[in-house]
Structures are given as structure tokens and as C-alpha cells.
Antibody, heavy 117, light 109 residues
Framework: EVQLVESGGGLVQPGGSLRLSCAAS????????MNWVRQAPGKGLEWVSY????????YYADSVKGRFTISRDNAKNSLYLQMNSLRAEDTAVYYC??????????WGQGTLVTVSS | EIVLTQSPATLSLSPGERATLSCRAS??????LAWYQQKPGQAPRLLIYDASNRATGIPARFSGSGSGTDFTLTISSLEPEDFAVYYCQQRSNWPRMYTFGQGTKLEIK
């Protein structure tokens, strides 16, 4: 069974940093591209970042470019999102999602990031 | 940047009725369009990919159609568990990015 479990969310002050993790199991992690998608409270879904299976290709949404860094460790079956210079508008539930081709076929349960003083 | 517009914003129907949800793209996305269902407090679940293919384990009452700029998700006969928010999503190649529609809330009438 495919499982994605996010962790690392919490309350952080504006300008602060946080590192999210996503532990994958039930599939060959090193064969799949992965993504982070977020959802602000009461709002819709917003794609954040993509990383290819070998980490050779990475993309970011304009809203996080230069502040967030996606990475992965295939030996540990783990995906990461380093978030710096956090703003109030980054407050959201962050989901890791496995990329199929053009869509996301499995999602984690999400981890809540709250940016507030 | 391709914008996806979903309509209606809210759809009020009764169990057993047919639901038709629309997603319109600001430019052609070929057939690379997906649909997701999200219930309160849960992660989204993939329903349809490549416009018309059901994902693993999705009941046959869910179907997708369309190509280019106009897409439809149809639920043939609503079950109580189908009342949720539905999102469409596409991938563009240059620049590479993924965008979602704003969602359609399907509520019980």
C-alpha cells in the first residue's frame, strides 16, 4: 500500500524557517517524481514544487521561488521542503504528492504550517 | 500561465441525481487534465486523469470527458459519499507548472 506521511509543520514567526519531511513507503520511491502542494485555510489547492526521480530536474511556483528548496533522499525514501523567509501567506496545509505523469496519484495527509507572530 | 475556471462554484443536488461539473482552460491543455475529490479534513483523491481515464478504485459512476479547453466531470447517480469539493488540474510544459481550478462544491440539496 502506498503511504506518504508528512511531518515538520508547526507555528513559526514571519521571516523564520521550517523544514518539512515526507516519508514514503509501499512503492519504489526512487522511480517517481514527487511534488509539494499546499492549501491555505478554507482555500483551494496550489502546487508548490516538483522534483524528478533523480533530483536532476526541479521546478517551483513563482510564489515560493528563491525562498523554498525541494530535495529528496532516495536511500531514505524521503522528500523534503526547506522553507525560508516565511510569510503569513505561506500559512497552509502542505501535502506531498506522488507524480504519475501529468497528475498526482497519491497524497499524504498533510502537515499544517502556520506563520504568525 | 494557463488558468482553469470551474463552474458552477456550488452545485446543490439530491442523492440519485446526475451531477455535471465543468472546467474550462484559458488555452488548450490537450487531454492532460485531471479531476480530484476532496472531503473536509482529508487529502485530495485522484478520480480522473488524461481527461477520461478513471484512477484505480474509482467507481464507474464517475466519468470525464473533453479535450482542448472544455472538460466535464459527470457523476451519473449521486451517492451520499460523493458530496465534496471537486478540483480540476492541468500540467503545462513551458514553464513547467501545475495549476488547479478554484473548485466546485457539490452539496446536498
Amino acid at each position: 500500500e502506498v503511504q506518504l506521511v508528512e511531518s515538520g509543520g508547526g507555528l513559526v514567526q514571519p521571516g523564520g524557517s521550517l523544514r518539512l519531511s515526507c516519508a514514503a513507503s509501499g512503492f519504489t520511491f526512487s522511480s517517481y517524481s514527487m511534488n509539494w502542494v499546499r492549501q491555505a485555510p478554507g482555500k483551494g489547492l496550489e502546487w508548490v514544487s516538483y522534483i524528478s526521480s533523480s533530483s536532476s530536474t526541479i521546478y517551483y511556483a513563482d510564489s515560493v521561488k528563491g525562498r523554498f528548496t525541494i530535495s529528496r533522499d532516495n536511500a531514505k525514501n524521503s522528500l523534503y521542503l526547506q522553507m525560508n523567509s516565511l510569510r503569513a501567506e505561506d500559512t497552509a496545509v502542505y501535502y506531498c504528492a506522488r507524480a504519475k505523469l501529468s497528475e498526482f496519484d497519491y497524497w499524504g495527509q498533510g502537515t499544517l504550517v502556520t506563520v504568525s507572530s | 500561465e494557463i488558468v482553469l475556471t470551474q463552474s458552477p462554484a456550488t452545485l446543490s443536488l439530491s442523492p440519485g441525481e446526475r451531477a455535471t461539473l465543468s472546467c474550462r482552460a484559458s488555452q488548450s491543455v490537450s487531454s492532460y487534465l485531471a479531476w480530484y475529490q476532496q472531503k473536509p479534513g482529508q487529502a485530495p483523491r485522484l478520480l480522473i486523469y488524461d481527461a477520461s481515464n478513471r484512477a484505480t478504485g474509482i467507481p464507474a459512476r464517475f466519468s470525464g470527458s473533453g479535450s482542448g479547453t472544455d472538460f466535464t466531470l459527470t457523476i451519473s447517480s449521486l451517492e451520499p459519499e460523493d458530496f465534496a469539493v471537486y478540483y480540476c488540474q492541468q500540467r503545462s510544459n513551458w514553464p513547467r507548472m501545475y495549476t488547479f481550478g478554484q473548485g466546485t462544491k457539490l452539496e446536498i440539496k
